[in-house]
């Protein structure tokens, strides 16, 4: 088993234990925010995720630090969760254990996240489409978008649902053209 595999084995747990307080305590889009709040935040900021992950600081240091950071900012039931992963020193997982959170309520609520890589930047109406035709496609309520500006495409774009992927950029359509002729040229006659 890979070392993610076994960090997803190990966050599961937790991230199912979250949603059930959530949703017992009918907060489930108060929790997505507040743990993308914090997602955001961890991504910015290197020299706060490398001080939650050091293992030689003292719990009690950084359960400060989170009342201090979030105490008015996310609902008590994250702070609460925070350090329960504090105490248990599963705080290194939070990334994971945030992304099986959103992974199970999406499912709970039939939310389909698309991953969208892009040359340019989609405007209103694009993205009105793309939710659209991605609604007819996984016959979901609701899709999310998750877009990202990839220059290397050229043009065109890449879905990512789940384990699917559309690949429309002529980027993929040249690697595409350039393994068919290498596998061809490997072919003796």
Request: aromatic residues 6%; hydrophobic residues 45%; proline residues 2%.
């Amino acid at each position: 088993m890979s070392s993610q595999g076994f960090m997803s084995k190990i966050a599961t747990p937790y991230a199912e234990a979250l949603m059930e307080s959530a949703s017992a305590d009918s907060i489930l889009d108060k929790v997505n925010e507040d743990l993308s709040l914090i997602s955001e935040i961890l991504n910015e900021s290197q020299e706060l995720k490398t001080f939650f992950y050091n293992p030689l600081i003292a719990k009690e240091v950084k359960k400060n630090v989170v009342n201090q950071l979030f105490n008015n900012q996310v609902h008590s039931l994250v702070i609460r969760f925070l350090l329960v992963l504090i105490d248990r020193r599963r705080i290194t997982l939070l990334d994971i254990i945030i992304s099986k959170y959103l992974e199970l309520v999406y499912q709970l609520q039939s939310i389909v996240v698309a991953e969208i890589l892009t040359p340019i930047v989609l405007t209103d109406v694009q993205q009105s489409a793309l939710v659209s035709k991605i609604r007819d496609i996984t016959n979901s309520k609701t899709v999310k978008l998750v877009i990202t500006i990839e220059p290397v495409l050229i043009a065109g774009f890449i879905i990512k649902i789940g384990s699917k992927t559309i690949d429309t950029s002529l980027h993929g359509r040249l690697k595409h053209i350039n393994d068919y002729l290498n596998s061809a040229s490997s072919i003796s006659i």
